[in-house]
């Protein structure tokens, strides 16, 4: 007999990708195809459900072999009804997408936001794969993550769990989407970085990031890294300013949880060692000693495929 298979949903605000994932999360097959958001929550339902009845079937999966089906989702979810409250990008509120998707499949469905999932999926065979207490960091337009704690993902009571880009780093700082000021997203993430150099430039700081970049509207943290690797004061200050936060936002983590690796992803992780080796001397310095033991800081793994093996997982691992 066919071992059981899982199949994972990415739905992201431009592309849908989807894969059949085994029980040991591995991808078996995959596919993209665009969102369509302007068909409205309908319309993207329905193509989701025959995506995912083709992906099976090309895979060469018979339906009664899925286990269920896991789908990650960009936005404010009332995680134990299934709704989605909010997805920003696709303008959608309040769609009962668990039951519907249920319904059509005829199979267990579990839904999740993305951050989380892509946390499960580096967790389980990414760059947590092997130990049972991770925290992963997703440093993009914002900063996300997600918390497995003796093996499991951590929601809390409004699935707000992991939502670590929100811890206040400086209360008197900028304003953040959320609401409150100086979250740690406001400083660590890419828009808050590429907002401190360009302040700098405005205020006519010396910079070769003015020759680097002519159009300022077009600064990303690479440039950052790079004016920073030929000695630019301006680009190292901002750099130094989002490690410093992030070390000190680990520091918390790691007295909370003592996570045995925290696993950081997202566009600016791509940085590599110009990132990691001063956020790991940063860590060592501010946090308390017993926490820090042995604890290790790792770049994510997976990539893209993060979020289609940890929507699998949200099935293929949950307890029950
Ligand atoms: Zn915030």
């Known amino acids: 007999m066919m071992e059981k298979r899982y199949i994972g949903v990415d739905l992201g605000g431009t592309s849908m990708k989807m894969g059949v994932v085994d029980g040991t999360g591995h991808i078996v097959c995959e596919m993209e195809q665009p969102t369509l958001g302007q068909e409205g929550p309908d319309g993207v339902i329905k193509r989701m459900i025959s995506h995912a009845r083709d992906l099976a079937n090309q895979s060469g999966t018979p339906w009664d072999q899925i286990g269920g089906i896991g789908v990650g989702l960009p936005g404010f979810l009332d995680i134990p009804n299934g709704v989605v409250k909010h997805l920003t990008n696709l303008g959608w509120n309040e769609v009962p997408i668990r039951d519907r998707l249920q319904a059509a499949w005829e199979l267990p469905v579990v839904i999740n936001n993305d951050a989380n999932v892509a946390a499960l999926g580096e967790a389980w065979c990414g ?28 929601q809390g009571m409004n699935g707000f769990a992991g939502e670590i880009g929100h811890i206040q780093m400086d209360p008197r700082g900028y304003q953040c989407n959320c609401g409150q000021t100086g979250c740690l997203e406001t400083i660590s993430s890419a828009t808050g970085m590429v ?30 890294f790079a004016a920073a690797a030929r000695n630019d004061k301006l680009a190292q200050e901002v750099i130094d300013r989002a490690i410093d936060a992030l070390a000190r936002a680990l520091a918390i983590l790691s007295v909370v949880l003592n996570p045995a690796r925290f696993i950081i992803g997202g566009g600016v992780s791509k940085a590599g060692d110009a990132l990691f080796e001063p956020l790991r001397l940063a860590y060592g310095k501010v946090t308390q000693k017993n926490a820090a033991q042995g604890v290790e800081i790792l770049p994510a793994k997976l990539g893209n495929q993060a979020g289609i093996i940890g929507a699998a997982g949200l099935i293929a691992r949950s307890p029950n």
Request: glycine fraction near 20%.
């Open 127 to 154: 760059a947590g794969a092997g130990v049972d207490d991770v925290v992963c960091i997703t440093l993009g337009t914002g900063v996300g993550g997600g918390i497995i704690a003796g093996g499991r993902l951590i």
């Open 195 to 224: 907002r401190m150099a360009m302040e700098g430039l405005n205020e006519g700081r010396v910079s070769i990031l003015k020759e680097m970049v002519p159009g300022q509207n077009q600064l990303t943290t690479r440039d950052l």
